[in-house]
């Protein structure tokens, strides 16, 4: 796993206290030294946009075809024949390149070489510093030397090689592809990605009813958006009988485009304040839990599902869940799905009426797909993106993954609704046993020792507790939400506490101050006349001493 760090810049004339996700980033060694060599950057011609945007205008509605956020690159920037090393009074070295996609809201990068020796490390970030990726170590390295990484925001964009002396020469990387993210997965610069999908869409966080929301309440962590080279799909964390946390994945078998070893994969990406079918749009969460690099162990056409496991590592404290499943043919009669529409932060659906059992042809999939099918939705919908994602019954149990379908959202009347059309779900008990190789049914995955009589597994919280979770109360927190398009911004006090809040521009002077009282739920601050432009909130939390920083932008001609 890595670790994805999101910086402030700040003047010398202020310090801040920063959060511990912040604190225990590792920075490059670069951003320490006083004198470094200069290097021409690397820069990716234009392509035409307008001509992409017709495309996905024609394959956003078609649920069969990954979500595209980016164009592809095709390079070839190795540390041989690009980039500028620079070595250390001490014999170490680091190698640097600049690339450089004007308009990019992100960018991502493919290896087809990527050898890292023991104590070595890579780092990716954007030229201003507010964003750090990293660091790739020897824990990513693969068999087939590839390697693929998540996002990083900007159009201008560093990739930092750090090799020790004991290793000199041992480490080799080369990249292949360069992904211009066009409209990307995390725009959080100025938020408008945070909702990019249809409005009739449900925040995880929003009620089902309690026959779901406890489930969901643990289900939400088992669930990750995957980067798939220039696409995006949904999958999750799947449990086998021995309940050992081997990272099993399981998504659709469509979602491809690029080799597994690539894909890129971020789990817990929730919004701290829940969107539940309106047009408010859902506040984007500091916590990036991103791993990289899987190995595909088996899939079939004729269920659409296709069964990973993950090789980059997870970190213990992610709090994650792996979901139990259901193998058995059992009519269903009400199921829940958790997914990224559109690439778009965590989303929940609802369907209450017993789920159909068809054959389905769907277009841009050559094979027929053995479907659970959810007639209408009654909570939330799903979209493009939401590929891959698990169907689950009322107990919790994986009955299938997204193949396709027609739903969406639509306005009626200025009226918030979806369209009333039919979702694809590859079932679960077909995948099971199909085929008669491993590579082709899940039983010899999940079920390694046969001990599956009933045909149902728990979730792995429930299998190791022996008792349904219950819901987790709601976290009390300090948030800050802004709208991009005017000078102002909103503080909630969930916590209660007398708070204090400065104000600065970039430059670190400070241009506006206030204080919340213990009984103030939610301040406003008008910052009139501010011109567009990046600020940062510091809020001191003058009842127990903590603080937090939060950069806001300000773009008045949008």
């Known amino acids: 796993m890595i670790v994805r760090v999101k910086l402030l810049i700040l003047s010398l004339f202020c310090v801040f206290a ?28 234009k392509f035409d946009l307008n001509k992409i ?9 078609d649920q ?48 087809d070489t990527y050898k890292m020796p023991e ?73 408008k990605k945070i909702g990019s999908s249809g409005d009739c869409n449900l925040d995880v966080d929003c009620s089902l009813g309690k026959d779901y929301d ?44 690029v080799s597994e070893s690539v894909w890129a994969f971020r789990f817990n990406w929730i919004s701290p304040n829940p969107s539940c079918a309106t047009e408010v749009i859902s506040t984007d969460t500091e916590v990036n839990q991103v791993t990289s690099g899987a190995t595909l162990l088996a899939s079939n056409p004729q269920s659409d599902f296709k069964l990973l496991r993950l090789d980059g590592g997870l970190d213990e404290s992610w709090d994650l869940e792996w979901a139990g499943w259901d193998r058995t043919s059992t009519t269903i009669g009400s199921a829940m799905g958790i997914h990224h529409p559109d690439g778009d932060i965590m989303k929940t659906c609802l369907e209450n009426d017993e789920l159909d059992n068809r054959v389905i042809t769907i277009p841009g999939i050559p094979d027929p797909i053995d479907s659970w099918v959810v007639g209408d939705w009654d909570k939330g919908v799903t979209e493009q993106g939401s590929s891959g994602s698990a169907l689950f019954n009322q107990k919790g149990h994986i009955i299938g993954q997204l ?16 369209n009333g059309e039919e979702d694809y779900y590859g079932r679960f008990n077909v995948s099971w046993d199909f085929g008669k190789t491993d590579d082709t049914r899940l039983s010899n ?37 802004f709208k991009s398009d005017r000078p102002e911004f909103s503080i909630s006090n969930g916590v209660k506490a007398r708070l204090k809040y400065y104000v600065y521009n970039i430059f670190g002077a400070l241009v506006a101050s206030g204080e919340l009282a213990e009984d103030t739920a939610q301040e406003n601050v008008n910052m009139l006349g501010k011109l567009s432009g990046m600020y940062f909130v510091y809020i001191e939390n003058t009842t127990n001493g903590t603080s937090l920083t939060k950069k806001i932008i300000i773009d008045n001609k949008i």
Request: glycine content about 8%.
């Open 18 to 45: 920063m959060n511990s996700q912040v604190i225990t980033g590792e920075k490059p060694i670069s951003w320490t030294m006083q004198s470094k060599k200069s290097i021409t950057p690397m820069l990716m011609k």
């Open 53 to 61: 945007n017709a495309e996905d205008a024609k394959n956003d509605r």
């Open 64 to 111: 069969s075809i990954p979500w595209r956020f980016g164009y592809e690159y095709k390079v070839n920037y190795g540390l041989d024949n690009s980039g500028v090393w620079e070595e250390l009074s001490n014999g170490d070295r680091i190698w640097r390149i600049n690339i450089i996609s004007k308009g990019a809201k992100t960018l991502n990068f493919i290896f």
């Open 119 to 191: 104590g070595a490390k890579m780092y990716l970030y954007n030229d201003d510093k507010t964003d750090l990726l990293g660091a790739y170590t020897s824990v990513f390295n693969r068999p087939d030397h590839m390697l693929g990484t998540w996002l990083v925001e900007g159009d201008n964009i560093w990739v930092e090689y750090y090799e020790p002396a004991s290793v000199k020469g041992q480490g080799e990387l080369n990249i292949a592809k360069v992904i211009h993210g066009y409209r990307s997965v995390t725009d959080a610069e100025i938020q």
């Open 214 to 257: 406890s489930l969901k309440e643990r289900l939400k962590h088992s669930v990750a958006l995957v980067i798939i080279g220039k696409t995006v799909c949904t999958g999750t964390l799947i449990n086998n009988t021995r309940n050992d946390k081997t990272p099993y994945f399981l998504t659709a078998n469509h979602c491809a485009g």
């Open 403 to 418: 193949s396709g379908g027609r739903a969406d959202c639509i306005m009626i009347q200025d009226s918030i609704n979806d």
């Open 445 to 481: 995955w999940l079920d390694p020792d046969n001990k599956s009589k009933t045909g149902t597994l728990n979730m792995l919280s429930q299998e190791l507790s022996g008792v349904t979770p219950k819901p987790e109360p709601p976290q009390k927190e300090i948030v800050v939400f």
